[in-house]
């Protein structure tokens, strides 16, 4: 298993794209880390697990599925949850309890949803959506909607047995992505999982696997291209190893145990900064362009904290409905 802070070679090649889809891009991978930065300066802004440095596999994952695929996600939804459409107005008011979210305040970050979007849900236990997904996808092939059905969840959930059972059933339907950041809170994923590399998890039961350089975004984009195309074929399900480095301690409470020299390398593979390095050095982006960028992103943001702000709290009495 390579470190978490070493660059894997992608087993899909990225291709650049046109300028104009490079700079959504980048623009939606600073939507995700303004928007984390926005949530962070609110006086109670809860228990959060964060995606700093893993902005490139929400943004690319997202940017290839159709809004009717399902996806459904782990516990650290945030940015996955923006990246897949709800709006950030919406999502901060659900993370800080107020009845403005798609889930008035009920969901919060464990279990968010917005099915409208494609947003089947967030799990709050580890691997807990794995077998959701699973019949989600039985689902769809039973209902002959021709949707893929995306799980993406954590290094963390691939020691649990609920991932075998559910490769054992999936061999037959969609598609899995497994979010690799190198550690499992604070354990390290050599040194929690056997096997040399998470793609060897989906080798007895036959499911076609790729390691992907989970900071480059270009490089997601064309691996989840070719999955999805190969599962909408009816080529069987897919299994994605999307390697990354998060930037930042496993929750809003809990203290960062990886070693400082370790964190500090990880600097080096902030996808954001990668991928706004790429363009300028392709002549596609300057200190104009970026600078638009980032104050469209940041008038975005501040509106979305007026909404929030001004979010009524939720009915007391409204508490055991829907439940």
């Known amino acids: 298993m390579a470190q978490a802070a070493e660059k894997p070679a992608p087993h899909v090649q990225s291709a650049l794209p046109a300028r104009a889809e490079s700079l959504r891009r980048l623009a939606e ?13 609110q006086p109670k802004p809860g228990f959060q697990l964060l995606s700093r440095g893993e902005e490139a596999i929400a943004v690319g994952i997202c ?19 923006l990246a897949r459409g709800v709006p950030a107005g919406g999502l901060l008011a659900e993370l800080i309890g107020k009845d403005g979210g798609p889930n008035r305040g009920r969901a919060g970050r464990a279990h968010v949803s917005m099915p409208s979007v494609g947003l089947w849900g967030a799990h709050g236990v580890v691997a807990g959506n794995l077998s959701v997904a699973a019949g ?19 290094d963390g959930a691939c020691g649990a047995g609920a991932l075998h059972e559910t490769l054992n059933v999936a061999a037959l339907w969609q598609l899995l992505v497994v979010d690799n950041n190198g550690y499992a ?27 992907v350089d989970g900071t480059d975004i270009d490089a997601v984009v064309a691996a989840m291209e070719e999955s999805v195309a190969a599962i909408r074929a009816g080529g069987g399900p897919r299994f994605l ?39 300028r050095a392709i002549g596609a982006l300057d200190d104009a362009g970026w600078a638009r960028v980032q104050e469209e992103v940041r008038a975005e943001m501040a509106g979305a904290e007026k909404f929030a702000a001004d979010a009524p709290w939720p009915d007391p009495e409204e508490a055991f409905l829907d439940a």
């Open 63 to 81: 940017t290839v599925l159709d809004r009717s695929d399902p996806l459904l996600c782990s516990g650290r939804s945030i940015g996955m949850a």
């Open 29 to 41: 991978m600073l939507r995700l880390r303004e928007f984390e930065a926005t949530l962070l300066r």
């Open 185 to 211: 809170v604070s354990t390290s994923v050599d040194k929690g999982l056997a096997p040399a590399s998470l793609t060897d998890f989906a080798a007895p039961f036959r499911v076609p696997a790729a390691a």
């Open 241 to 279: 190893e999307m390697r990354c480095t998060r930037m930042g301690a496993h929750s809003t409470l809990t203290k960062e145990e990886r070693p400082t020299e370790e964190v500090e390398r990880f600097k080096a593979f902030d996808p954001l900064r990668v991928y706004e390095a790429r363009l």
């Open 136 to 154: 989600v996808a039985l689902a769809q092939q039973q209902l002959g909607t021709g949707r893929v059905t995306c799980c993406v969840f954590g």
